[in-house]
């Protein structure tokens, strides 16, 4: 059976639905998800939400589309940081504190929701599960190997225990409310990776 389209945006998404999707952009990352309504959210953007899923083909598809989007700008944010020679285990931390932000963790939230939707219903999800740790651990992957000087599979290796331990804590953090906790855990995880021969493999 074909695989359903990415999220993203494709070429045939018209002008109205891609700028209706930078402005829905813009302002979840500056107000956060609020009561995770399309109807709140089409309100902030002057549209109703029947149009939202008119142009995404539902409610679901909106929110896919606006998680990729997010997901990617938050990839290139933390890419320019590390361009600025961040190191590594600073850069994990930073990252923590901008996701585990109470005005960003709807976000996280909302994401694991969708994931939970995603792994009942694979084909129509396909894209979102492909790209939510695709993605990610392609980004990870290239900046160790750059700023620690990795192989490509120990690289890819420490990448996936990176994701998948931020995504755990978040995901913690999310259904107990502890955030001291799940931070001094990110904390020490962050050192213990910080420690580990960089064996160039």
Not at 46 to 59: A, K, V
Not at 61 to 80: D, K, N, P, V
Request: no cysteine.
């Amino acid at each position: 059976m074909p695989k359903a389209k990415a999220p993203a945006l494709d070429r045939s998404a018209s002008e109205q639905a891609i700028q209706l999707l930078d402005a829905a952009t813009d302002h979840v990352l500056a107000n956060g998800l609020g009561d995770l309504s399309l109807r709140s959210v089409a309100d902030a953007l002057g549209t109703s939400h029947r149009m939202l899923i008119y142009y995404f083909g539902s409610g679901d598809g909106f929110w896919q589309a606006l998680l990729h989007r997010i997901r990617h700008a938050e990839q290139a944010a933390r890419e320019r940081v590390m361009v600025e020679g961040m190191a590594p285990e600073a850069a994990m931390e930073a990252a923590w504190e901008r996701y585990s932000a109470p005005g960003y963790l709807p976000i996280m939230q909302l994401m694991f929701e969708i994931y939970g939707k995603a792994i009942r219903d694979r084909e129509r999800f396909s894209g979102f599960l492909e790209d939510v740790v695709g993605s990610w651990t392609t980004t990870l992957a290239t900046r160790l190997q750059r700023d620690l000087g990795l192989g490509a599979a120990e690289a890819g290796l420490r990448a996936r225990v990176e994701l998948a331990t931020m995504r755990g804590l978040l995901l913690d953090l999310v259904t107990t409310g502890d955030r001291k906790g799940t931070t001094a855990a990110l904390k020490y995880f962050a050192a213990r990776m910080a420690a580990l021969p960089q064996t160039g493999k």
